[in-house]
């Protein structure tokens, strides 16, 4: 299941941001245990980028971090038919449009965000973390309870 995980989402985690931290981290642990394909488009790593070298005060403990992302999750490029398409679309929120498109444009069936109500009615189920954690448990209990081996 390829999964397009937010911008806030990565910064709940290398923030630390409370109350979301904690179900924002579950992203990431079912990422590394590759339970699902996290991915992340292009634009949200220069975003996550730029606000993380503020929130350090500088661009050194920064690098790392965005190396680690590189490697733990796939990163989905943005084209300039992505920010025409998203364009079209007239949303208040145009990096939300942008990740939609991203979304559709690559075959990502879930996208988790805080922002779950900028996404009503596209098509791409869209949930918070806690939520996308929730519906992972779900399908997990659903595959146990068909297993053939009990």
């Known amino acids: 299941m390829k999964v397009l995980v937010?911008?806030?989402?990565?910064?709940?985690?290398?923030?630390k941001r409370q109350p979301f931290y904690e179900d924002s981290f579950a992203i990431f642990q079912r990422v590394g245990k590759r339970d699902i394909d996290g991915c992340?488009?292009?634009?949200s790593m220069t975003d996550i980028f730029y606000l993380l070298r503020k929130f350090h005060h500088g661009s050194a403990n920064v690098y790392p971090i965005m190396d680690d992302l590189a490697v733990f999750f796939?990163?989905?490029?943005?084209?300039?038919?992505?920010?025409?398409?998203?364009?079209a679309l007239r949303w208040n929120d145009?990096?939300?449009a942008v990740q939609f498109r991203v979304a559709k444009e690559n075959?990502?069936?879930?996208?988790?965000?805080?922002?779950?109500?900028d996404y009503?009615?596209?098509?791409?189920?869209?949930l918070s973390p806690a939520g996308f954690i929730a519906y992972l448990e779900n399908a997990d209990a659903?595959?146990?309870r068909f297993d053939p081996a009990d």
């Open 40 to 43: 992340l488009s292009s634009t």
């Open 94 to 96: 145009f990096e939300d």
């Open 74 to 87: 796939s990163i989905v490029p943005v084209f300039d038919t992505t920010i025409v398409n998203a364009l």
């Open 107 to 117: 075959g990502i069936t879930h996208i988790v965000t805080r922002n779950e109500a």
């Open 120 to 126: 009503k009615n596209t098509g791409i189920q869209c």
């Open 6 to 15: 937010d911008t806030n989402v990565v910064l709940d985690v290398f923030m």
């Open 142 to 144: 659903d595959v146990r």
